[in-house]
C-alpha cells in the first residue's frame, strides 16, 4: 500500500512538471505595457554589453555587414560561482554565423561599410532583434538586384518592455548595402515562412493573424498568403487566395 502511494505521488509530481513545460507565453498581448515592467526591464539591460562581431563579406556584393549584439554579464557572474578560477574565457563573444549566404543570431543592429571605404552606417535606428539575414544571391546573379531578407522582431507585442525572440516575427527587405530596409510583413501577424520562385522573380511569405484576439496563434486564426516582385522597385506587397 505504501509504495502504491508513492507512485501515485510520483505520477502527480510528473504531471505538474509536464503542464509547467507546456506551458507558452504568448507572442501577443492587448493590455498597455506597465510601467514596473518596463524599469524592471531596463535595469535588467545594464548587465549587458553591446559589441561588434568580425565582419561578413557576401561574396558577389562589394559591403561588408558588422554584426551588432550584446554580450550578458550576468552569465559570467553566475558561472563565476562554479569554480575559484576566473570564467571569462567560457563567455562567448561570437554572436552571429555566416554560412551560404546567410547571417544569424541575435542582432541589435547591422553596420554597412563599403568594401573601399571606412565608413560604417547602420541599418536602422528603431529598436529591433534580428535572427536572420539571407542574400537572395541567384536573384543577384540572374537580374543584378541584390537583394537582403530579413527575419526579426521589431515590435513589443507580448508588451513585458522588451523587444526579443518572444515577440512575433516579421519580415523585411533591404539592398545589398542595408538601404531601402523596409518591413513587409503587416503589423502583429506572425511570419511563418518564405521562399524565392525564381522563374518569376518573386518573394512568397506566410503570416498567420490573431483573428480571435486571444493572445495566442492557434487553429480559429487566419493564415494570410502574400507575394512580392522583387524586381519592383516599391516592393509592393500583394495578397493572393490558394485556398
Known amino acids: 500500500m505504501k509504495n502504491k502511494?508513492?507512485?501515485?505521488?510520483?505520477?502527480?509530481?510528473?504531471?505538474?512538471?509536464?503542464?509547467k513545460q507546456e506551458k507558452v507565453t504568448p507572442k501577443l498581448s492587448y493590455e498597455e505595457t506597465k510601467q514596473s515592467t518596463a524599469k524592471k526591464t531596463k535595469s535588467q539591460d545594464t548587465t549587458s554589453v553591446k559589441i561588434a562581431?568580425?565582419?561578413?563579406?557576401?561574396?558577389?556584393?562589394?559591403?561588408?555587414?558588422?554584426?551588432?549584439?550584446?554580450?550578458?554579464?550576468?552569465?559570467?557572474?553566475?558561472?563565476?560561482?562554479?569554480s575559484s578560477s576566473s570564467k571569462i574565457?567560457?563567455?562567448?563573444?561570437?554572436?552571429?554565423?555566416?554560412?551560404?549566404?546567410?547571417?544569424?543570431?541575435?542582432?541589435?543592429?547591422l553596420k554597412f561599410q563599403h568594401i573601399d571605404s571606412t565608413?560604417?552606417?547602420?541599418?536602422?535606428?528603431?529598436?529591433?532583434?534580428?535572427?536572420?539575414?539571407?542574400?537572395?544571391?541567384?536573384?543577384?546573379?540572374k537580374t543584378k538586384k541584390q537583394?537582403?531578407?530579413?527575419?526579426?522582431?521589431?515590435?513589443?507585442?507580448?508588451k513585458d518592455?522588451?523587444?526579443?525572440q518572444d515577440d512575433i516575427k516579421s519580415l523585411a527587405l533591404s539592398f545589398a548595402d542595408g538601404t531601402n530596409f523596409v518591413k513587409v510583413s503587416e503589423d502583429f501577424n506572425e511570419v511563418l515562412d518564405w521562399n524565392v520562385v525564381e522563374v518569376q522573380n518573386r518573394l512568397y511569405f506566410r503570416c498567420v493573424e490573431?483573428?480571435?484576439?486571444?493572445?495566442?496563434?492557434?487553429?480559429?486564426?487566419?493564415?494570410?498568403?502574400?507575394f512580392i516582385n522583387l524586381l519592383d522597385s516599391a516592393w509592393k506587397v500583394e495578397e493572393y487566395m490558394p485556398i
Open 5 to 19: 502511494s508513492i507512485y501515485s505521488l510520483f505520477v502527480v509530481f510528473l504531471m505538474i512538471i509536464s503542464c
Open 89 to 109: 574565457n567560457d563567455i562567448s563573444y561570437s554572436i552571429s554565423n555566416y554560412d551560404g549566404f546567410e547571417l544569424t543570431g541575435y542582432f541589435d543592429d
Open 210 to 226: 490573431d483573428i480571435n484576439k486571444n493572445g495566442a496563434f492557434d487553429k480559429n486564426d487566419k493564415v494570410h498568403y502574400h
Open 53 to 82: 562581431d568580425l565582419p561578413v563579406f557576401i561574396e558577389g556584393t562589394k559591403y561588408l555587414i558588422h554584426p551588432i549584439g550584446e554580450v550578458r554579464v550576468n552569465d559570467y557572474v553566475k558561472n563565476s560561482y562554479s
Open 161 to 164: 518592455g522588451i523587444i526579443n
Open 119 to 141: 565608413t560604417v552606417r547602420s541599418l536602422t535606428n528603431e529598436k529591433v532583434q534580428i535572427q536572420r539575414v539571407a542574400y537572395l544571391n541567384t536573384i543577384a546573379e
Open 147 to 158: 537583394i537582403l531578407v530579413y527575419t526579426l522582431m521589431n515590435n513589443d507585442t507580448n
